[in-house]
């Protein structure tokens, strides 16, 4: 039996952090084989920060305005990376999307993101009022490779969820994080059992 270390992981957050935090929990539970090095926003007033804090955790700002260009963003964001020495970039609530090739192709197949909604269905923003809005019955939660697409890498995993009687977007949206913090923290855990082998539009898991 090979025993394999924890992923080391890097949170990129912008928001409150639910994501993030309920990854942590499942960490500090054993039900997610992790550790997360350090937590990146691009907002210095991000909920997330401080949550990071109390766990003990690194916390980086990189925010757009102290760089000329995305590009030059995403390689101080590289840059981190690399000195924390993570294994996997976990996007939760990052609300800035990574262009740079440099980064993208350094950890390619090690970026995720979390999706509100059963891509390719509701791409983008506010996929859960755009759900709401077209009357949807069912939606759910995506979590697929960072490529340079938006919101259309490999997709690793998918749970759908019963919108059908949600009377507001609010409700689809409360329904579908319940569904996210279960989740994402599975996703993160398996890449301590093994890797994603993409084969076209397709990701494999193989365990190690």
């Given at each position: ?14 928001g409150r952090g ?30 997330a920060i401080d ?158």
């Amino acid at each position: 039996m090979v025993i394999m270390p924890k992923v080391s992981v890097a949170v990129l957050a912008s928001g409150r952090g639910s994501n993030f935090q309920a990854i942590q929990d499942a960490i500090a539970r054993g039900e997610c084989d992790a550790q997360i090095k350090v937590l990146i926003s691009n907002k210095s007033d991000a909920g997330a920060i401080d949550l990071a804090k109390g766990y003990g955790i690194a916390t980086e700002i990189v925010e757009r305005k102290s760089f000329k260009t995305r590009e030059m963003m995403d390689e101080r964001i590289k840059a981190l990376l690399d000195s924390y020495k993570v294994d996997l970039v976990v996007l939760a609530g990052y609300m800035v999307v990574l262009k740079s090739k440099k980064l993208i192709d350094a950890y390619r197949g090690k970026i995720i993101n979390i999706h509100p909604s059963l891509l390719p269905s509701f791409p983008g923003v506010d996929a859960q009022r755009q759900a709401f809005d077209y009357g949807a019955k069912v939606s759910g939660v995506t979590i697929h490779l960072v490529d340079e697409s938006l919101d259309a890498g490999p997709i690793l995993y998918q749970e759908a969820v019963y919108i059908g009687d949600c009377t507001s977007d609010g409700d689809v949206s409360e329904r579908i994080l319940e569904l996210e913090h279960q989740s994402y923290a599975k996703v993160v855990h398996s890449f301590s059992k093994g890797r994603y082998v993409v084969e076209g539009r397709r990701a494999r898991f193989v365990p190690y």
